[in-house]
């Protein structure tokens, strides 16, 4: 038995899954987790929260923007030609540094960070004198000092907490991402033994009266790493001879710009940039005080836009896997839609400077067709599966499996198309059962019965309907057969041969068992699963069902034992019918056109030709169509149309319509 689900099949492949409440359930269950997948995973995880930075990383590094240079900054840089004139390069000279800060304090400026370390002794003399000068600078003074999981030995750690001492410092934390190491975000500190250690730049935020140093994404000022600094950067060996009004009221920054040496990579900047192409960590501290200068925040899309993003990038997805295209479009849709959506991220990007996630959303989408595709594939072969079971018992193991191979464009929920039915009946059953023993009876008939079927089977049709006395089979559907009414004759054929020799060779206790009455009718029927959810009926209803079993009836009246209506005989041509007559029933208007196909040993005997030649006498009323019927009969005595028309001439019924009467 067929269920419900796999019986709605409609008119296109697409509706056809639409139409299937379990499908549908899962298809809103894929967008739904996708969706919150996309949405949620970067939330969740540092390497799709990483993805997602890279993805925003190439559209700043494509897409710059340049911004004014910031004069309330200065950058005193500690670079290559600095160090040269010194004997040694680490640590920096004492006595720069202190040559430096004097400088600075008789210059007026707002504020001093020294953003380099200050874990090692030099020499003895301008230590003294640098550590005395911090100490005695009329300017507020901010020092940077190692972070807790900065690699220093016992002696280093007790050498910085001597020398800087008493001093406004903070911890040199950089906020850098878990997996490609991009300082992203400022960090206002972190406690150490338990005791609360605010980080440089919460320091300087401070000195300055600024909005506190929050755990923030740093909204880089100007085009990072692309050569032009968006800061005043002073090398540190010229600043000393710089005039006084050049720091006046400057935040000055003091740090390194050395290559191998506190160089970080930011946003913007290529994940495999060579140390020398990144930032030192002094700019990176310039950035962030412009930031908290500014009091501006990075652009960023609303958690809501983000859902929303995804939701619809994973409907989108789910809506394609539905799309019945061939491979290569198909892999053409799901490219246009990646392209598509990276295009509209960089417009948003270009326009807001907001970067709206899209690896994970473009991720969602992929899994959403995949997980809505499997699930097609699911349902199809499910369809599949239950069509070939369904219809494994009234068709042919061959046509059972095409039409599973067709479930997309199977119709079981009714549709009306051009059909040939077969009926046929056992004459004189109802006798036969009333004589018989039940089990004699059911083995005769079960044998009668299967003999019918396997013709129906062996000519493509399907077995619609088998009662004690009828069989109703159906050409046509719901596989298209161009040659249906060929089919449907020939089965006819091969059922009468069957039957007349199944007569010969199986008596009964009461006899010979009667003859079988085929009718074979072509028109546009019905067609469906009438059974529903009870037991899958699938077949053709309506006139043309009642035509084609009339026309077995009529056979009885007839003595014939084949009747096809004139609509089967014209779609027929490769097979040959003489004519029967026009017949009429009693209560039905319409009159059909009846004929009788012959076998091929018939096609083209002195027989056939007299009866053609008589019928088409009688058919113009002819006065000799008597003679004409007469001569017929005289070489075929048993046929039971020359007989017939015989009777009728000979009863004054002239012409070829016949009034049946039942």
Same mark, same amino acid.
């Not at 987790?33 to 939330?43: D, E, I, K, Q």
């Not at 400026?109 to 600078?137: C, H, N, V, W």
């Not at 009306?416 to 036969?432: K, P, Q, Y």
């Given at each position: 038995?067929?269920?419900?689900?796999?019986?709605?099949?409609?008119?296109?492949? /697409?509706?056809?899954?639409?139409?299937?409440?379990?499908?549908?359930?899962?298809?809103?269950? /894929?967008?739904?987790? /996708?969706?919150?997948?996309?949405?949620?995973?970067?939330?969740?995880?540092?390497?799709?929260?990483?993805?997602?930075?890279?993805?925003?990383?190439?559209?700043?590094?494509?897409?710059?923007?340049?911004?004014?240079?910031?004069?309330?900054?200065?950058?005193? *840089?500690?670079?290559?030609?600095?160090?040269?004139?010194?004997?040694?390069?680490?640590?920096?000279? @004492?006595?720069?540094?202190?040559?430096?800060?004097?400088?600075?304090? +008789?210059?007026?400026? #707002?504020?001093?960070?020294?953003?380099?370390?200050?874990?090692?002794?030099?020499?003895?003399?301008?230590?003294?004198?640098?550590?005395?000068?911090?100490?005695?600078?009329?300017?507020? !003074?901010?020092?940077?000092?190692?972070?807790?999981?900065?690699?220093?030995?016992?002696? #280093?750690?007790?050498?910085?907490?001597?020398?800087?001492?008493?001093?406004?410092?903070?911890?040199?934390?950089?906020?850098?991402?878990?997996?490609?190491?991009? +300082?992203?975000?400022?960090?206002?500190?972190?406690?150490?033994?338990?005791?609360?250690?605010?980080?440089?730049?919460?320091?300087?935020?401070?000195?300055?009266?600024?909005?506190?140093?929050?755990?923030?994404?740093?909204?880089?000022?100007?085009?990072?790493?692309?050569?032009?600094?968006?800061?005043? /950067?002073?090398?540190?060996?010229?600043?000393?001879?710089?005039?006084?009004?050049?720091? $006046?009221?400057?935040?000055?920054?003091?740090?390194?710009?050395?290559?191998?040496?506190?160089?970080?990579?930011?946003?913007?900047?290529?994940?495999? $940039?060579?140390?020398?192409?990144?930032?030192?960590?002094?700019?990176?501290?310039?950035?962030?005080?412009?930031?908290?200068?500014?009091?501006?925040?990075?652009?960023?899309?609303?958690?809501?836009?983000?859902?929303?993003?995804?939701?619809?990038?994973?409907?989108? %997805?789910?809506?394609?896997?539905?799309?019945? +295209?061939?491979?290569?479009?198909?892999?053409?849709?799901?490219?246009?839609?990646?392209?598509?959506?990276?295009?509209?991220?960089?417009?948003?990007?270009?326009?807001?400077?907001?970067?709206?996630?899209?690896?994970?959303?473009?991720?969602?989408?992929?899994?959403?067709?995949?997980?809505?595709?499997?699930? +097609? #594939?699911?349902?199809?072969?499910?369809? @599949?599966?239950?069509?070939?079971?369904?219809?494994?018992?009234?068709?042919?193991?061959?046509?059972?499996?095409?039409?599973?191979?067709?479930?997309?464009?199977?119709?079981?929920?009714?549709?009306?198309?051009?059909?040939?039915?077969?009926?046929?009946?056992?004459?004189?059953?109802?006798?036969?059962?009333?004589?018989?023993?039940?089990?004699?009876?059911?083995?005769?008939?079960?044998?009668?019965?299967? %003999?019918?079927?396997?013709?129906?089977?062996?000519?493509?049709?399907?077995?619609?309907?088998?009662?004690?006395?009828?069989?109703?089979?159906?050409?046509?559907?719901?596989?298209?057969?161009?040659?249906?009414?060929?089919?449907?004759?020939?089965?006819?054929?091969?059922?009468?041969?069957?039957?007349?020799?199944?007569?010969?060779?199986?008596?009964?206790?009461?006899?010979?068992?009667?003859?079988? !009455?085929?009718?074979?009718?072509?028109?546009?029927?019905?067609?469906?699963?009438?059974?529903?959810?009870?037991?899958?009926?699938?077949? $053709?209803?309506?006139?043309?069902?009642?035509?084609?079993?009339?026309?077995?009836?009529?056979?009885?009246?007839?003595?014939?034992?084949?009747?096809?209506?004139? *609509?089967?005989?014209?779609?027929?041509?490769?097979?040959?019918?003489?004519?029967?007559?026009?017949?009429?029933?009693?209560?039905?208007?319409?009159?059909?056109?009846?004929?009788?196909?012959?076998?091929?040993?018939?096609?083209?005997?002195?027989?056939?030709?007299?009866?053609?030649?008589?019928?088409?006498?009688?058919?113009?009323?002819?006065?000799?169509?008597?003679?004409?019927?007469?001569?017929?009969?005289?070489?075929?005595?048993?046929?039971?149309?020359?007989?017939?028309?015989? #009777?009728?001439?000979?009863? %004054? !019924?002239?012409?070829?319509?016949?009034?049946?009467?039942?």
């Amino acid at each position: 038995m067929e269920s419900k689900e796999t019986e709605n099949a409609h008119r296109s492949p /697409t509706m056809t899954r639409f139409a299937n409440q379990h499908f549908i359930l899962s298809a809103l269950a /894929t967008i739904a987790l /996708t969706t919150l997948g996309a949405f949620f995973l970067p939330y969740s995880f540092s390497f799709p929260r990483t993805v997602e930075y890279w993805a925003e990383d190439a559209r700043r590094a494509l897409m710059p923007r340049a911004e004014p240079r910031d004069a309330r900054i200065v950058v005193i *840089a500690i670079d290559e030609k600095t160090v040269s004139g010194f004997p040694y390069r680490r640590p920096i000279d @004492r006595g720069l540094l202190a040559d430096l800060l004097e400088t600075l304090s +008789v210059s007026g400026p #707002q504020a001093i960070g020294l953003y380099l370390p200050l874990t090692e002794a030099t020499e003895p003399d301008k230590d003294r004198r640098l550590f005395t000068i911090m100490r005695s600078l009329p300017v507020p !003074l901010v020092v940077a000092t190692a972070a807790p999981d900065e690699a220093l030995t016992p002696q #280093q750690r007790d050498f910085e907490r001597h020398y800087t001492h008493g001093l406004r410092s903070g911890l040199a934390l950089l906020g850098k991402d878990g997996w490609g190491g991009a +300082v992203r975000s400022m960090t206002p500190g972190t406690s150490v033994d338990g005791v609360w250690n605010a980080s440089f730049t919460a320091k300087l935020a401070e000195v300055l009266n600024l909005s506190r140093a929050d755990r923030r994404r740093l909204a880089y000022h100007g085009v990072p790493n692309l050569g032009a600094r968006p800061f005043l /950067t002073i090398p540190a060996h010229k600043a000393v001879d710089l005039p006084a009004k050049w720091f $006046a009221d400057k935040v000055v920054l003091i740090g390194l710009d050395l290559n191998g040496r506190d160089r970080h990579r930011v946003p913007g900047g290529w994940l495999h $940039a060579p140390p020398e192409d990144r930032m030192p960590g002094v700019q990176v501290q310039a950035h962030a005080v412009s930031q908290l200068l500014e009091a501006r925040h990075l652009p960023r899309s609303k958690e809501l836009t983000v859902l929303l993003v995804a939701f619809a990038l994973c409907t989108f %997805g789910s809506l394609l896997a539905l799309i019945t +295209v061939g491979p290569i479009a198909r892999v053409g849709a799901i490219v246009g839609t990646v392209l598509g959506f990276v295009v509209f991220s960089l417009a948003v990007f270009q326009w807001t400077r907001a970067a709206i996630p899209v690896a994970m959303p473009i991720l969602g989408c992929l899994a959403a067709y995949a997980l809505t595709r499997a699930a +097609v #594939q699911r349902f199809a072969q499910d369809k @599949r599966d239950s069509l070939r079971t369904a219809f494994a018992a009234v068709a042919s193991a061959d046509v059972a499996r095409q039409i599973a191979q067709a479930s997309d464009t199977v119709t079981l929920d009714g549709e009306t198309r051009a059909v040939t039915i077969l009926v046929a009946r056992h004459a004189d059953f109802a006798s036969l059962a009333d004589s018989l023993p039940p089990t004699e009876l059911v083995s005769v008939q079960s044998a009668y019965t299967a %003999g019918i079927g396997n013709a129906v089977k062996a000519h493509g049709g399907i077995l619609q309907r088998i009662d004690a006395d009828k069989v109703v089979a159906l050409f046509g559907a719901p596989l298209h057969q161009g040659d249906a009414p060929s089919q449907a004759v020939r089965c006819a054929l091969e059922i009468d041969t069957f039957a007349e020799g199944y007569r010969e060779r199986r008596m009964t206790n009461a006899g010979r068992i009667g003859e079988t !009455l085929i009718g074979v009718h072509s028109g546009d029927s019905l067609v469906g699963n009438f059974g529903g959810d009870a037991a899958f009926a699938y077949g $053709a209803y309506g006139e043309a069902v009642e035509q084609a079993d009339r026309l077995a009836l009529a056979n009885a009246e007839l003595g014939t034992r084949i009747c096809a209506s004139a *609509a089967t005989a014209r779609a027929a041509t490769d097979v040959i019918f003489r004519p029967v007559g026009r017949l009429r029933w009693p209560g039905i208007a319409d009159s059909v056109e009846a004929l009788e196909p012959l076998p091929e040993s018939q096609s083209d005997t002195s027989e056939l030709e007299a009866y053609i030649r008589a019928f088409r006498l009688i058919q113009r009323e002819d006065a000799i169509a008597t003679e004409e019927i007469a001569r017929a009969a005289a070489i075929a005595p048993k046929d039971p149309l020359c007989r017939l028309y015989s #009777q009728r001439l000979s009863q %004054g !019924l002239p012409g070829t319509v016949i009034a049946l009467n039942g």
